[in-house]
C-alpha cells in the first residue's frame, strides 16, 4: 500500500479533504494510507515554537530547522521514503506527468511550508522534490500539499474504477476534456447533443475528441500546440 506523509505546522488544515470523496474511498478500501504529522509536537521549545525571525530581515517567519529535521528523521527511521516533497511557489511547475509517476512510488513525505518560507537548510539537506502549483502565492504548502495527495490518489491503480482509462487514454493529459450531461435530456429547452443519446459508442467517442481538440484549441492555444506537435511525432515514427 502507497502510504504518503504529510508534516504540516496547522495539521487541522489537512484535515477534512482526506476524510472525503475519492480520497476516504481509497483510504478505506486500503489504497492508500494517508498519515498527517503536527510539526509542534517535534518542537523542543517549551511553547512548542516551530518558525523563527528571518536572519537579515524582510518580515514575516521562517519555519526552524529544529523540529523539520527531527520530524522527517523519525519517519525516515521507520519506513523507507522515495521523496520528500517540498511545495513551494520558486520550483518547477507541477504537472499531470509529476501526479503519474507519484503514484507508482511507494512512500512519500510532503512537507507544508508556512508563514514565509523554511529555513534553506531543509530545502538542502532533506528536500528531494519541489513544485509550485502555479504562478500565485499562497499563504502555505497545505492547499498545494492537498492538490498533489489528490492529483495522485486518483492515479493508484485501482483507487477508482476508472483510474485505469485515465492513464490508458493517450490524450488524456494533453487535450481537455469534452463536455459531459446528465438527465434529463431537456432541462428547459436546454438539449443534450442527440449524439450522446445515440448509444452509438464510436460515434460518440469520435465526437469527445472532436469536442476535446476545439476546446483546447479556443482556450488553451499552448497544449493545442503540443497536441498538434504529439501527433507528428507518432505520424512520423509510424
Ligand atoms: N506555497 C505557497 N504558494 C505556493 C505555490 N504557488 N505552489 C506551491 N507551494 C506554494
Given at each position: 500500500m502507497m502510504r504518503i506523509d504529510l508534516i504540516s505546522a496547522v495539521p487541522d488544515v489537512l484535515r477534512s479533504p482526506i476524510e472525503h470523496s475519492i480520497i476516504k474511498r481509497a483510504r478505506d478500501a486500503g489504497f492508500v494510507d494517508i498519515q498527517i504529522h503536527d510539526l509542534r509536537d517535534y518542537s523542543t521549545d517549551k511553547h512548542r515554537k516551530v518558525d523563527d525571525y528571518p536572519y537579515g530581515g524582510g518580515g514575516g517567519m521562517v519555519l526552524s530547522p529544529q523540529p523539520v529535521f527531527d520530524c522527517i528523521e523519525s519517519l525516515q527511521g521507520e519506513h523507507n521514503y522515495d521523496e520528500v516533497v517540498f511545495p513551494t511557489p520558486d520550483a518547477p511547475a507541477y504537472e499531470q506527468q509529476d501526479a503519474v509517476n507519484f503514484s507508482m512510488k511507494k512512500n512519500i513525505i510532503i512537507l507544508c511550508g508556512h508563514?514565509?518560507?523554511?529555513?534553506?537548510r531543509i530545502r538542502d539537506s532533506l528536500v528531494t522534490k519541489e513544485y509550485s502549483i502555479g504562478d500565485y502565492v499562497l499563504s502555505g504548502g497545505e492547499l498545494p500539499a492537498l492538490v498533489m495527495v489528490d492529483s495522485i490518489v486518483r492515479l493508484i491503480?485501482?483507487?477508482?474504477?476508472d483510474a485505469q482509462s485515465a492513464l490508458s487514454d493517450s490524450f488524456q493529459e494533453i487535450l481537455l476534456g469534452a463536455p459531459v450531461y446528465t438527465r434529463p435530456a431537456d432541462f428547459r429547452g436546454m438539449n443534450v447533443p442527440e449524439i450522446l443519446q445515440s448509444g452509438d459508442h464510436k460515434k460518440v467517442e469520435q465526437w469527445k475528441h472532436e469536442q476535446a481538440i476545439e476546446k483546447t484549441k479556443k482556450v488553451r492555444p499552448d497544449l493545442y500546440e503540443n497536441f498538434i506537435q504529439e501527433q507528428q511525432n507518432q505520424e512520423w515514427q509510424q
Open positions: 508563514y514565509k518560507g523554511v529555513d534553506q491503480p485501482g483507487a477508482i474504477g
